[in-house]
T-cell receptor, first 113, second 116 residues
Framework: AQSVTQPDIHITVSEGASLELRCNYS??????LFWYVQSPGQGLQLLLK??????LVQGIKGFEAEFKRSQSSFNLRKPSVHWSDAAEYFC???????????FGTGTRLTVIP | NAGVTQTPKFQVLKTGQSMTLQCAQD?????MYWYRQDPGMGLRLIYY???????DKGEVPNGYNVSRLNKREFSLRLESAAPSQTSVYFC???????????????FGQGTRLTVV
């Protein structure tokens, strides 16, 4: 069965610290991978995406993610977190031939001063 | 350029009432989707429309109906609302670009629905 796992429900980091949010997927074929961010009361905004090519992708707001096929992972990173990064983050997977995205359960990020 | 617009933003229904959530996109996308978001469960697909004139069930379609009115609009109807349908509903759209096998989905701001 297809699945997207975000093992961390809630992460707290200090402002200025580095961040890594984990995402693992389970699919037979190479997926298309996305990270979305949701601020409180808002819709989802695309941070970055991976379709093919370079496995390290850069996104908006200083985020990057690395696709590791051997680990079926697509972890999101940021070298220095800002207070405005506090939000919920969703990893999503698309499959060639399927129109919809499959979402993980999300990781809520809290940033402390 | 508004992107994906959902109405209403908030709604309270009594059990058994019906209502329609509206969604419109101005990006000329072919595909549109309805998701529901519940705490600890991420987003789950209710229905989607791969192109104008087609609709298909997603992961959690029971209790819902949809209509792809035209290329721009995709509505979600609750015929007889139940407390279990209390959730935040998101509409999204996407379109495969030329030479691309997939494109990202763009989301509306959501509709917060409470059924009492």
């Amino acid at each position: 069965a297809q699945s997207v796992t975000q093992p961390d429900i809630h992460i707290t980091v200090s402002e200025g610290a580095s961040l890594e949010l984990r995402c693992n997927y389970s699919y037979g074929a190479t997926p298309y991978l996305f990270w979305y961010v949701q601020s409180p009361g808002q819709g989802l905004q695309l941070l970055l995406k991976y379709f093919s090519g370079d496995t390290l992708v850069q996104g908006i707001k200083g985020f990057e993610a690395e696709f590791k096929r051997s680990q079926s992972s697509f972890n999101l990173r940021k070298p220095s977190v800002h207070w405005s990064d506090a939000a919920e983050y969703f990893c999503a997977v698309g499959i060639y031939g399927a129109n919809n995205l499959f979402f993980g359960t999300g990781t809520r990020l809290t940033v402390i001063p | 350029n508004a992107g994906v617009t959902q109405t209403p933003k908030f709604q309270v229904l009594k059990t058994g009432q019906s209502m329609t959530l509206q969604c419109a996109q101005d990006m000329n996308h072919n595909s549109m989707y309805w998701y529901r978001q519940d705490p600890g469960m991420g987003l789950r697909l209710i229905y989607y429309s791969a192109s104008e004139g087609t609709t298909d069930k997603g992961e959690v379609p029971n209790g819902y109906n949809v209509s792809r009115l035209n290329k721009r609009e995709f509505s979600l109807r609750l015929e007889s609302a139940a407390p279990s349908q209390t959730s935040v509903y998101f509409c999204a759209s996407s379109s495969r670009g030329r030479g691309q096998k997939y494109t990202e989905a763009f989301f509306g701001q959501g509709t917060r629905l409470t059924v009492v």
